[in-house]
């Protein structure tokens, strides 16, 4: 037995005083009470009647003396922390290393465990029975996060069962180096230590990652599976076009990785609300399904655009019709998913005396509810003017066009929403400004949003108001004077000033003009510029948060939660290792903010093709734990029993304490002594 | 507080009108009075025996039948009564609940007998007579009493046979003696109250016991100590030991009341929580007490 918690010097002075106190205690206890009795002969009478023994009571109170005493010494026992002793002669320490990459999932080609996953897992399993009371292992999740998930290393064979048990298949590809690098650091300074890796050998360098392997570990490789032909879902998403938001394309994109041509029946499939991850027992309304024809090693790209759909969400799959006896063996990138992007049209109250440019810049894009009003009607006049908070409770956006400087003063107090100043007068202004005649531009911020895809760096420009105190990150263009155009947000508020009046220009001559009102809506909107975006299975995504949530919560397509992500700069950042539906929602009440899908779309893992890696261990001992049997017979009686108990055998200390204390309650109920003192 | 403060007062004077009205009753007893040949009501006649008063000849009975009888009459008796109370080691036990107990049961029946014209005697004792109270009659005597009683305690050890001896050649008027103890004594209690029977004295046996007495509270490891004798028994208090002790002391109790009831002692046994105007009643209604 080896003791694996205090030494026994560091607790003997402890031990010592308890011992003391216990005496102590049991001296009171067995003191006896003074009582007083009218007549002691009749006490005499009845004792000499009786069998009572004195030896008896005595020896009573010393069995109670070495209860206390045993009690004390199983507390001792329990702080030292026993273990089953160690046998020297063979003392393993095996660091199993399970593949859970996507391309784990793939056929194995054996017929006891059908995918390379499940035959690693029996591996891992039968390498744990192998173990010998003295050995210790460790169980290392090798995906895109690795980690060693059975905790330190522990002989308890039931508990490593059980932590293989909960090893699934993740969605994201491997990190080998990382794994060899906590297998070598977790085999430092170990006896005997032996390294497992139960993969399909579908990693990169190998040379590399072998030299980091430690030189005195012995080190196996267990390859499941053989290189095969794949048919993978390589892209599936699904946009809203910039300029008709209300109309949407969905794009796919199958590889055949087989060495022969493949015809596959390709589906798109409506997902109800109620399904986070294709089912494929259930039935689903088919929006889209074609017959796609691969040549070997080819893709297939396709668009599809005027869907009739019944779901926002959509499911696509991809299964081989001919060969027909060709089997894909790696069916999780044979399912991806994809959501249409929420959109509505925003309601935006233009406040313009007639501008043709605007008016018309405007009405282009039928994605846009626009309300013109003249700066004349009562129903947009406030006491001293516009009534810049009443329109903005009202709209989405207020356009408030002084291109002909003959808008009334704006009353901008208190107000909130979204708003774009064109060419307002110096009072008016957002920003503090100031005139000037043909300003030359010299600065335009392209990377502002409100700036995609504008060249505005030649623009002309009679006379205009330079802005002063904006900062460079809301600047968007910028003359020698001074700001001539540039955006603010704040929490309430969120608007673009417009230096100069659109007609003193030659902006309206440019098909940049409706471009421009475009950006600066999506932008006010807080519409997705990006053309695309996916979120494939492996990586950390920085998911847009939209309005301004601090902490979101994100239900995973299996059920889980994660729980108050912080969002930073609009964005919270989540790790994926699952395809399928992420909902986003907010921690207090639990609405819905948005949701959105994640692929596996990794063209490396679902390359079944390449011949697996094999890293070269340095050392092989003798006997490891591969070599050995499954012990049955050799196993003492005292481990079998300990197998038995609640308790975790490698535990002992718990099983001293726990004696201790059914102890305890033995004595109390039973001695009756406990009431006297 | 006084043990005989004014509840207890207006307590006996209760006791007193109930004594009245249980001995107008059916059960009430015949109180034998001496016969002689003096006397003021007629009872009986007697054969002349040599020495009789010739004036208590009846020499109307002579003149028609020759024959000497002489007359007797019916003399009243003054009725003494005595209390015998334990003032032993024991009675003081459990802060003298026996022995206040003994002098308030006392003092009720000897304020009756005050009342009735009887001539009331107190003898407190342990292992001799170590106070009395001469006879004396007449309600208002009943503060000496209290007086007395109220200084008795309880110490040392008890012997019935002496004291009794004592008392029986102090005392030469016999009575109705009553013995008012809790009956704890190595020696035992038997000859002491048979030595009162044979002196003619009409003996009542009063058993006082603690609560503590009948059902020890009391578990574990103890030592028993003595009051009167200070001896020290250390045992296990387990609840067997207790279940015999407690059959112990009622075997004691019922071979008490067997020996009194052999020798027509009238016993009564009451624990000092039975309330003593209860157990004044009990005697009072056994009978005999009072003319």
Same mark, same amino acid.
């Given at each position: 037995?080896?003791?694996?918690?205090?030494?026994?010097?560091?607790?003997?002075?402890?031990?010592?005083?308890?011992?003391?106190?216990?005496?102590?205690?049991?001296?009171?206890?067995?003191?006896?009470?003074?009582?007083?009795?009218?007549?002691?002969?009749?006490?005499?009478?009845?004792?000499?009647?009786?069998?009572?023994?004195?030896?008896?009571?005595?020896?009573?109170?010393?069995?109670?003396?070495?209860?206390?005493?045993?009690?004390?010494?199983?507390?001792?026992?329990?702080?030292?922390?026993?273990?089953?002793?160690?046998?020297?002669?063979?003392?393993?320490?095996?660091?199993?290393?399970?593949?859970?990459?996507?391309?784990?999932?793939?056929?194995?080609?054996?017929?006891?465990?059908?995918?390379?996953?499940?035959?690693?897992?029996?591996?891992?399993?039968?390498?744990?029975?192998?173990?010998?009371?003295?050995?210790?292992?460790?169980?290392?999740?090798?995906?895109?996060?690795?980690?060693?998930?059975?905790?330190?290393?522990?002989?308890?064979?039931?508990?490593?069962?059980?932590?293989?048990?909960?090893?699934?298949?993740?969605?994201?590809?491997?990190?080998?180096?990382?794994?060899?690098?906590?297998?070598?650091?977790?085999?430092?300074?170990?006896?005997?230590?032996?390294?497992?890796?139960?993969?399909?050998?579908?990693?990169?360098?190998?040379?590399?990652?072998?030299?980091?392997?430690?030189?005195?570990?012995?080190?196996?490789?267990?390859?499941?599976?053989?290189?095969?032909?794949?048919?993978?879902?390589?892209?599936?998403?699904?946009?809203?076009?910039?300029?008709?938001?209300?109309?949407?394309?969905?794009?796919?994109?199958?590889?055949?990785?087989?060495?022969?041509?493949?015809?596959?029946?390709?589906?798109?499939?409506?997902?109800?609300?109620?399904?986070?991850?294709?089912?494929?027992?259930?039935?689903?309304?088919?929006?889209?399904?074609?017959?796609?024809?691969?040549?070997?090693?080819?893709?297939?790209?396709?668009?599809?655009?005027?869907?009739?759909?019944?779901?926002?969400?959509?499911?696509?799959?991809?299964?081989?019709?001919?060969?027909?006896?060709?089997?894909?063996?790696?069916?999780?990138?044979?399912?991806?998913?994809?959501?249409?992007?929420?959109?509505?049209?925003?309601?935006?109250?233009?406040?313009?005396?007639?501008?043709?440019?605007?008016?018309?810049?405007?009405?282009?894009?039928?994605?846009?509810?626009?309300?013109?009003?003249?700066?004349?009607?009562?129903?947009?006049?406030?006491?001293?003017?516009?009534?810049?908070?009443?329109?903005?409770?009202?709209?989405?956006?207020?356009?408030?066009?002084?291109?002909?400087?003959?808008?009334?003063?704006?009353?901008?107090?208190?107000?909130?929403?979204?708003?774009?100043?064109?060419?307002?007068?110096?009072?008016?202004?957002?920003?503090?400004?100031?005139?000037?005649?043909?300003?030359?531009?010299?600065?335009?911020?392209?990377?502002?949003?409100?700036?995609?895809?504008?060249?505005?760096?030649?623009?002309?420009?009679?006379?205009?108001?330079?802005?002063?105190?904006?900062?460079?990150?809301?600047?968007?263009?910028?003359?020698?004077?001074?700001?001539?155009?540039?955006?603010?947000?704040?929490?309430?508020?969120?608007?673009?000033?417009?230096?100069?009046?659109?007609?003193?220009?030659?902006?309206?001559?440019?098909?940049?003009?409706?471009?421009?009102?475009?950006?600066?809506?999506?932008?006010?909107?807080?519409?997705?510029?990006?053309?695309?975006?996916?979120?494939?299975?492996?990586?950390?995504?920085?998911?847009?948060?939209?309005?301004?949530?601090?902490?979101?919560?994100?239900?995973?397509?299996?059920?889980?939660?994660?729980?108050?992500?912080?969002?930073?700069?609009?964005?919270?950042?989540?790790?994926?290792?699952?395809?399928?539906?992420?909902?986003?929602?907010?921690?207090?009440?639990?609405?819905?903010?948005?949701?959105?899908?994640?692929?596996?779309?990794?063209?490396?893992?679902?390359?079944?093709?390449?011949?697996?890696?094999?890293?070269?261990?340095?050392?092989?001992?003798?006997?490891?734990?591969?070599?050995?049997?499954?012990?049955?017979?050799?196993?003492?009686?005292?481990?079998?029993?300990?197998?038995?108990?609640?308790?975790?055998?490698?535990?002992?200390?718990?099983?001293?304490?726990?004696?201790?204390?059914?102890?305890?309650?033995?004595?109390?109920?039973?001695?009756?002594?406990?009431?006297?003192? | 507080?006084?043990?005989?403060?004014?509840?207890?007062?207006?307590?006996?004077?209760?006791?007193?009108?109930?004594?009245?009205?249980?001995?107008?009753?059916?059960?009430?007893?015949?109180?034998?009075?001496?016969?002689?040949?003096?006397?003021?009501?007629?009872?009986?006649?007697?054969? +002349?025996? %040599?020495?009789?008063?010739?004036? @208590? /000849?009846?020499?109307?009975? #002579?003149?028609?039948? =020759?024959?000497?009888? &002489?007359?007797?009459?019916?003399?009243?008796?003054?009725?003494?009564?005595?209390?015998?109370?334990?003032?032993?080691?024991?009675?003081?036990?459990?802060?003298?609940?026996?022995?206040?107990?003994?002098?308030?049961?006392?003092?009720?029946?000897?304020?009756?007998?005050?009342?009735?014209?009887?001539?009331?005697?107190?003898?407190?004792?342990?292992?001799?007579?170590?106070?009395?109270?001469?006879?004396?009659?007449?309600?208002?005597?009943?503060?000496?009493?209290?007086?007395?009683?109220?200084?008795?305690?309880?110490?040392?050890?008890?012997?019935?046979?002496?004291?009794?001896?004592?008392?029986?050649?102090?005392?030469?008027?016999?009575?109705?003696?009553?013995?008012?103890?809790?009956? +704890?004594? %190595?020696?035992?209690?038997?000859? @002491? /109250?048979?030595?009162?029977? #044979?002196?003619?004295? =009409?003996?009542?046996? &009063?058993?006082?016991?603690?609560?503590?007495?009948?059902?020890?509270?009391?578990?574990?490891?103890?030592?028993?100590?003595?009051?009167?004798?200070?001896?020290?028994?250390?045992?296990?208090?387990?609840?067997?030991?207790?279940?015999?002790?407690?059959?112990?002391?009622?075997?004691?109790?019922?071979?008490?009341?067997?020996?009194?009831?052999?020798?027509?002692?009238?016993?009564?046994?009451?624990?000092?929580?039975?309330?003593?105007?209860?157990?004044?009643?009990?005697?009072?209604?056994?009978?005999?007490?009072?003319?």
């Amino acid at each position: 037995m080896i003791f694996n918690g205090y030494t026994p010097e560091a607790i003997l002075p402890y031990l010592i005083g308890l011992a003391v106190i216990i005496a102590i205690l049991y001296l009171l206890k067995v003191r006896r009470r003074a009582v007083a009795v009218p007549y002691i002969g009749l006490w005499r009478e009845v004792l000499e009647k009786s069998s009572h023994r004195r030896w008896h009571d005595w020896i009573k109170r010393f069995i109670s003396y070495l209860i206390c005493i045993l009690i004390i010494g199983l507390i001792a026992l329990a702080l030292l922390d026993p273990r089953q002793e160690e046998d020297n002669t063979a003392h393993r320490h095996a660091i199993i290393i399970v593949d859970a990459s996507a391309s784990m999932a793939a056929d194995s080609g054996r017929e006891e465990c059908p995918s390379r996953f499940s035959c690693a897992i029996k591996d891992a399993r039968e390498l744990v029975d192998h173990m010998r009371p003295t050995d210790r292992a460790v169980i290392i999740e090798a995906s895109g996060i690795v980690s060693a998930v059975s905790g330190p290393f522990q002989s308890d064979k039931a508990a490593l069962d059980k932590t293989l048990s909960t090893i699934a298949v993740r969605s994201t590809s491997m990190d080998m180096h990382k794994a060899i690098e906590l297998a070598s650091h977790l085999a430092q300074d170990r006896e005997n230590p032996e390294i497992y890796l139960l993969t399909d050998g579908q990693f990169d360098n190998a040379d590399e990652i072998s030299k980091i392997l430690p030189r005195t570990a012995a080190f196996e490789q267990r390859n499941y599976g053989t290189p095969s032909g794949n048919l993978s879902i390589e892209a599936f998403n699904v946009r809203r076009y910039i300029a008709n938001r209300l109309g949407f394309e969905v794009f796919f994109k199958a590889h055949n990785g087989f060495e022969q041509p493949v015809t596959a029946r390709m589906k798109i499939m409506a997902l109800p609300d109620s399904e986070s991850t294709f089912d494929p027992e259930k039935d689903h309304d088919i929006i889209v399904e074609k017959t796609l024809t691969l040549a070997s090693g080819s893709s297939e790209l396709r668009l599809y655009d005027n869907l009739t759909l019944s779901s926002s969400r959509m499911a696509a799959t991809l299964e081989i019709i001919d060969p027909s006896d060709l089997v894909d063996p790696m069916p999780i990138d044979n399912i991806a998913y994809a959501r249409i992007p929420d959109y509505a049209k925003p309601d935006i109250a233009c406040i313009t005396p007639g501008n043709l440019y605007l008016e018309a810049a405007l009405l282009l894009n039928e994605n846009y509810r626009v309300s013109f009003m003249k700066p004349t009607d009562p129903d947009i006049l406030g006491d001293g003017g516009i009534d810049l908070k009443k329109l903005s409770a009202n709209h989405d956006i207020v356009i408030l066009d002084n291109s002909y400087r003959n808008l009334p003063h704006v009353q901008k107090e208190d107000w909130e929403g979204r708003a774009i100043f064109i060419n307002p007068e110096v009072e008016d202004s957002p920003f503090k400004a100031k005139t000037v005649e043909s300003p030359i531009i010299e600065r335009v911020n392209a990377k502002h949003p409100v700036a995609r895809w504008l060249s505005l760096k030649n623009l002309n420009i009679s006379k205009a108001n330079v802005f002063s105190g904006v900062p460079n990150s809301d600047l968007v263009m910028r003359a020698i004077e001074g700001p001539l155009m540039a955006t603010r947000k704040t929490n309430s508020q969120r608007f673009l000033a417009i230096g100069f009046s659109l007609v003193e220009s030659d902006l309206i001559f440019r098909v940049g003009l409706p471009v421009l009102f475009i950006n600066t809506i999506d932008w006010l909107m807080d519409e997705n510029a990006e053309p695309l975006r996916g979120y494939p299975t492996g990586n950390a995504w920085h998911v847009r948060i939209p309005g301004d949530l601090a902490h979101v919560d994100v239900i995973r397509p299996d059920g889980s939660k994660l729980q108050s992500l912080p969002v930073y700069d609009g964005s919270a950042s989540i790790y994926g290792e699952m395809s399928g539906f992420y909902r986003v929602q907010r921690p207090e009440t639990k609405d819905e903010v948005f949701e959105f899908a994640a692929n596996f779309s990794n063209m490396a893992e679902s390359d079944l093709s390449q011949t697996p890696s094999m890293l070269q261990g340095r050392i092989h001992l003798k006997t490891t734990l591969s070599d050995l049997e499954t012990e049955d017979e050799e196993t003492s009686w005292i481990i079998r029993l300990l197998s038995k108990l609640p308790v975790s055998s490698q535990y002992l200390w718990v099983l001293a304490l726990l004696i201790a204390m059914g102890m305890l309650t033995v004595e109390w109920l039973t001695y009756h002594r406990r009431w006297t003192v | 507080m006084s043990l005989f403060d004014e509840a207890f007062l207006k307590k006996i004077e209760y006791l007193y009108v109930m004594s009245k009205k249980v001995f107008t009753g059916k059960l009430r007893a015949e109180r034998k009075t001496r016969k002689v040949a003096s006397g003021i009501e007629f009872a009986d006649h007697r054969n +002349y025996a %040599p020495g009789d008063d010739f004036r @208590a /000849l009846d020499w109307r009975v #002579y003149g028609r039948t =020759e024959k000497l009888l &002489v007359r007797l009459f019916e003399e009243k008796e003054d009725l003494s009564i005595y209390f015998l109370i334990d003032c032993s080691g024991s009675m003081h036990f459990n802060d003298d609940a026996k022995l206040n107990y003994a002098k308030k049961m006392a003092a009720a029946l000897g304020y009756i007998g005050l009342c009735n014209q009887d001539h009331v005697s107190y003898i407190a004792f342990n292992g001799k007579v170590i106070e009395r109270l001469a006879p004396t009659s007449g309600r208002g005597q009943i503060f000496k009493i209290f007086q007395f009683l109220e200084k008795l305690k309880g110490e040392g050890q008890t012997s019935f046979e002496d004291s009794f001896k004592t008392f029986a050649s102090e005392n030469r008027r016999r009575g109705v003696a009553v013995v008012i103890s809790d009956f +704890y004594n %190595p020696e035992g209690y038997e000859k @002491a /109250l048979n030595f009162l029977h #044979y002196q003619q004295f =009409e003996t009542y046996v &009063v058993h006082i016991a603690d609560e503590s007495e009948f059902d020890p509270k009391v578990h574990g490891d103890v030592t028993l100590i003595d009051d009167e004798t200070g001896e020290r028994v250390d045992l296990t208090m387990t609840p067997r030991l207790v279940a015999k002790y407690q059959k112990a002391f009622e075997t004691l109790c019922l071979k008490m009341e067997a020996y009194c009831v052999a020798r027509h002692m009238l016993y009564f046994r009451t624990p000092v929580s039975t309330p003593f105007d209860e157990i004044v009643l009990k005697v009072f209604r056994a009978g005999g007490f009072l003319k």
